[in-house]
């Protein structure tokens, strides 16, 4: 069975940094596409970032130039470093990944999440 584990929340300071990780097991063949997701109580769910699998990268506007989104394809894993924390940060960040399985199609899979809490 795949699953995808974020990990790495926690709670910082305005200007503080935090490093998530995402990490996809199972019977994996391949992964296309990975991308990071906010959502903040009572708001809708934003797309942060994204990388494929060409090392092609793509950021929402509110974090260009303050996050990072990196890949290592033979460790499954992909990170995003967060640079210069606002308050407007806070959030449940989210990591999917687009996933073919033995035999199988991409499908998309999802983490269950990391709190992350930024809060003079």
């Known amino acids: 069975q795949v699953q995808v584990v974020e990990s790495g929340g926690g709670v910082v300071q305005p200007g503080g940094s935090l490093r998530l990780s995402c990490a996809a097991s199972?019977?994996?063949?391949?992964?296309?596409?990975m991308g990071w997701y906010r959502q903040a109580p009572g708001k809708n769910q934003e797309l942060v970032a994204s990388i494929y699998s060409t090392g092609t990268t793509a950021y929402a506007d509110s974090v260009k130039g303050r996050f990072t989104v990196a890949r290592d394809s033979a460790r499954n894993t992909a990170s995003l470093q967060m640079n210069n924390l606002k308050p407007e940060d806070t959030a449940v960040y989210s990591c999917d990944a687009a996933i073919r399985t033995f035999g199988s199609h991409y499908a998309t899979y999802w983490g269950q999440g990391t709190q992350v809490t930024v809060s003079s």
């Open positions: 199972g019977s994996i063949l391949s992964i296309g596409a």
